[in-house]
């Protein structure tokens, strides 16, 4: 096991880098029901971007805990946050995944629930979409940028971001209310509203990942009181082909899918 129980390591995949005949090594590692969900894209971009974010979250498992790529069985049930079915050694594999398109990131964790999101830093956001993202704290300090700016669009899209992670972390996923959250600039959330019961919202934590000029990337994680630590390593779709080929997280066909 390469990976210890502090930190979060991050791997993220510029997918528009990858060829069109989408490398085989990539499609032989995924699961039965990750083919069926991958070949009902209509979009073969939209196909691409999940295949490429499935396999680099089986790469990135194989090289935290030395199994290979394609051995890990991966429950995924409808709404609900993917879990990691393969037990390992010393505790409890955890993983998260984001696709937005041309780019995707994984993260990975030991023992401690995590999510990550991105999305492309151009990407159009309604002004008004400020209201079902920001705290009422957030809203004043938002408002106090100009609205021509584009740092106060860049911001919110930040904020967006930031919190999909936490949510994702939490596996609820956006049926939580985000303007309920209120998050601070260490990326320590608080609750506005008490009648949301997640449990102890300090045990949680966001991290902004630097990804890139191209992408806002952030993690979330519950902390356990550890002082976890994101790494992050942008991965090139050719040294992801090489590792499913040649290095350790190179798999066997998962069972269901030979
Ligand atoms: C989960 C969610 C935030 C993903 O948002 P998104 O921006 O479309 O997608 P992302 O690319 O960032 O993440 C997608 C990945 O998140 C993971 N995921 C799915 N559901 C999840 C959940 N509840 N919690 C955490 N992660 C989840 C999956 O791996 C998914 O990958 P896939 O689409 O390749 O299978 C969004 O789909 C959502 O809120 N769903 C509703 C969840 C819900 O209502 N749950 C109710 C029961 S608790």
Redesign the pocket.
């Given at each position: 096991m390469s990976i210890d129980r502090n930190e979060l390591r991050v791997w993220s995949m510029k997918t528009s880098e990858v060829p069109h005949s989408i490398p085989s090594a990539y499609v032989k590692v995924l699961q039965r029901w990750e083919h069926a969900?991958a070949s009902a894209f209509v979009h073969e971009s939209d196909r691409r971007d999940?295949i490429c974010?499935?396999a680099l979250r089986r790469a990135l498992l194989a090289d935290c805990f030395g199994l290979r790529a394609g051995s890990w069985d991966i429950e995924?049930r409808h709404?609900?946050?993917?879990i990691i079915a393969t037990p390992i050694q010393h505790g409890t594999a955890e993983s998260?995944?984001?696709?937005?398109r041309g780019f995707v990131a994984v993260v990975v964790g030991l023992d401690c629930a995590v999510?990550i999101?991105a999305e492309d830093r151009n990407r159009h956001i309604e002004p008004d979409a400020a209201s079902l993202i920001c705290s009422t704290s957030e809203h004043d300090f938002l408002n106090a940028i100009p609205s021509s700016s584009p740092a106060r669009r860049e911001l919110l899209l930040h904020m967006w971001v930031r919190k999909?992670a936490l949510?994702?972390a939490m596996?609820?996923?956006?049926?939580f209310p985000l303007p309920a959250i209120d998050l601070d600039h260490n990326g320590h959330p608080s609750l506005s509203h008490s009648t949301f019961a997640i449990g102890a919202i300090s045990d949680w934590r966001i991290w902004n990942i630097d990804a890139g000029p191209s992408h806002l990337v952030a993690v979330g994680a519950h902390h356990c009181g550890r002082s976890l630590l994101p790494t992050h390593q942008a991965i090139n779709w050719h040294d992801l082909e090489d590792m499913l080929l040649h290095g350790n997280s190179l798999g066997q066909a998962n069972e269901d899918y030979r």
């Open positions: 969900r999940y974010a499935h995924q709404l609900q946050k993917p998260n995944l984001t696709h937005t999510g999101d999909e949510l994702k596996g609820v996923g956006l049926s």
